[in-house]
């Protein structure tokens, strides 16, 4: 779970975040499969 | 072992446009404009993180979901499990979900489900504009009385298919980008998305998703060091995901999906 907007600039805001190439991921190893969800979150 | 190093791309630091457009049915597919950079990282586990704090926390989140890719049980019963999750864990007097994407890192299996790639370059999925945008788009009828009142945007994500160990996700610890760390978008470009370009303090990358020799790692101080440069991936017109034709694959696993940061008892919720 992360946060990726908060209207209150004094609060966590911005979690960049990326995929990238795992080089100790075995040659065989099956491809990602993911699911996100994104919400409101009012206070 | 407990880091890995791997290479992500950056938008450039400076002058310049960058763009991250979304085209293709569902607007799947992804092109980026302007310049990145790539940069080697340091990666460690993200035990012990908050969402308070850094921005990201591993929870515990069951669900009674059996496929994932049955969209009719996605909505029936995934979708109050995030609610309750997100309102649990942030303490939000209301939560609505307005998006949902399923990401595959097979070609095969993306063409036939007009899924998304997982994203390579570091963005954030909001900026301090497209954020109430997407919420005067998401509930227009809400919006203005929602507006003036405190309220985020809480992505929940997770693997559907266990273990990830290609295209993992990692995620940036909020204060090391905080200070004006990341470059707007142009307005009048509607994508939604924020790029951090590579500051020096933007190198506490954790691990949201762990690799099954990583699981026995404990939390590593966030002073982490040695982000250097090692490559300069420059293109001024588009840099577009490698697109290949992999091997085909099952969308379905035989076995139920579960999520491997649930089922840790030694890893209570930390919110």
Not at chain 2, 109 to 126: G, T
Request: glycine share 8%.
């Amino acid at each position: 779970m992360f946060v990726v907007y908060d209207s209150d600039p004094a609060r966590v805001g911005v979690t960049p975040h990326a995929s990238f190439e795992n080089p100790l991921a075995p040659p065989d190893a099956p491809p990602r499969r993911s699911l996100e969800v994104r919400t409101f979150a009012f206070f | 072992m407990s880091v890995v190093r791997a290479t992500l791309q950056f938008a450039v630091p400076g002058e310049g446009i960058r763009v991250v457009a979304t085209h293709g049915p569902g607007g799947r597919l992804r092109s980026y404009e302007g310049e990145l950079e790539a940069h080697e990282v340091e990666i460690r586990p993200c035990e012990g993180a908050t969402l308070a704090r850094e921005g990201f926390a591993r929870v515990a989140c069951p669900t009674a979901v059996r496929d994932f890719a049955d969209e009719a049980e996605l909505d029936a019963v995934y979708a109050p499990e995030v609610k309750a999750l997100v309102k649990r864990v942030t303490g939000a007097a209301r939560v609505e979900l307005f998006d949902r994407t399923r990401r595959s890192g097979d070609d095969a299996e993306r063409e036939a489900a007009q899924l998304r790639e997982p994203v390579r370059i570091a963005h954030n999925d909001y900026t301090d504009t497209s954020g109430p945008d997407r919420l005067r788009h998401a509930l227009p009828d809400e919006a203005e009385a929602l507006l003036p009142r405190r309220f985020a945007i809480v992505q929940v994500w997770r693997p559907t298919h266990e273990p990830i160990a290609r295209d993992p996700l990692t995620l940036c610890e909020a204060g090391s980008v905080s200070g004006g760390g990341m470059r707007p978008l142009p307005p009048d470009r509607r994508s939604r998305l924020g790029l951090p370009p590579h500051l020096t303090r933007s190198r506490a990358w954790k691990l949201r998703q762990y690799l099954p020799h990583l699981q026995s790692a404990a939390r590593i101080s966030s002073s982490a060091s040695g982000a250097t440069p090692i490559a300069s991936a420059r293109s001024t017109s588009s840099l577009t995901t490698r697109r290949s034709a992999g091997a085909g694959s099952p969308s379905s696993g035989a076995t139920r999906p579960s999520c491997s940061w649930c089922t840790t008892a030694t890893r209570p919720a930390s919110g």
